[in-house]
């Protein structure tokens, strides 16, 4: 190889391994009627109930369990682990957050059903409250903290991704 012609990456670099940043499956799905979109859809009482609840549950489950488990560990890992972790596991918290996220709006039409969005409802101040919490925490989740996992991905995608920077960014370095 002549010299001062190098492709790939340069000796010691982090090798990043293939990966899509959403995959195939998550492209062609189509509404079912067992999703929070078919309980949209059918405006049931028990189903608007079951996904709030159980986005709400699986949203600080997961928040909690990568937060307090899997982020010390990716602390304490070197630049090449963190970047193979990344790429496998960051590209279905893309999908999946942002789903458990806008779950919390699905009581919104429960809450019309049952007339408690009515300005003379008891609670009403709670459940503006309420809102405005959830409202905080989803532009959080989707303005700050997605945009981020997606910078981390599209400077992986790079040919000679800067593995210090990614790692940086998402709140990972050690």
Not at 32 to 58: K, M
């Amino acid at each position: 190889m002549p010299t001062g012609e190098h492709t790939g990456p340069p000796p010691g670099a982090p090798v990043v391994p293939q990966f899509e940043i959403v995959r195939g499956w998550c492209r062609h799905r189509r509404g079912d009627p067992r999703t929070p979109v078919g309980a949209i859809a059918s405006n049931s009482l028990w189903a608007l109930d079951f996904f709030h609840v159980a986005g709400g549950g699986l949203w600080t489950g997961i928040d909690l369990f990568v937060g307090l488990a899997i982020g010390p560990i990716l602390g304490m890992m070197s630049v090449q682990a963190r970047i193979e972790f990344s790429t496998r596991f960051m590209p279905k918290m893309l999908v999946i957050m942002p789903t458990l996220v806008s779950s919390r709006w699905l009581r919104v039409p429960a809450r019309r059903h049952l007339g408690n969005l009515a300005p003379d409802y008891p609670h009403h101040g709670w459940l503006v409250a309420s809102y405005i919490v959830v409202g905080v925490m989803a532009v959080i989740a989707l303005g700050l903290l997605e945009p981020a996992n997606l910078a981390v991905l599209f400077e992986l995608k790079k040919e000679r991704p800067d593995g210090e920077r990614s790692a940086g960014s998402c709140g990972c370095s050690s």
